[in-house]
């Protein structure tokens, strides 16, 4: 059974900065990408930033510049180095995963539990 696990959340000032991990683990056959959703209450869950595992990456407007997602091939994780994080960054962020099972021949979704981000200003 196919598990995201994340990591890195927490309380952290404007300005500050936090980094954040996500280790799938669990019957891969393949991963074809993962990324990094935020939801913020009263919000719809919108996409962060993605990364393929040919190294693609693209992100959203609002956090360009400011936020990269890098992945260990190795460790089936990927990471979110979020800087000069602002009140607005304020979520719980979810990894997701496009990931092949070996026990399926197609990609399947799968999600984190999320991790709250909380920016003070």
């Known amino acids: 059974q196919v598990q995201l696990v994340e990591s890195g959340g927490g309380l952290v000032q404007s300005g500050g900065s936090l980094r954040l991990s996500c280790a799938a683990s669990?019957?891969?056959?393949?991963?074809?990408?993962m990324g990094w959703y935020r939801q913020a209450p009263g919000k719809q869950r919108e996409l962060v930033a993605r990364i393929t595992w040919s190294d693609t990456t693209n992100y959203q407007d609002s956090v360009k510049g400011r936020f990269t997602i890098f992945r260990d091939g190795a460790k089936n994780t990927v990471y979110l180095q979020m800087n000069s994080l602002k009140a607005e960054d304020t979520a719980v962020y979810y990894c997701?995963?496009?990931?092949?099972?070996?026990?399926?021949?197609?990609?399947?979704?799968?999600w984190g539990q999320g991790t709250q981000v909380t920016v003070s200003s």
């Open positions: 669990g019957g891969i056959y393949r991963i074809n990408a």
């Open positions: 997701n995963g496009n990931i092949i099972p070996r026990t399926a021949d197609w990609a399947v979704p799968y």
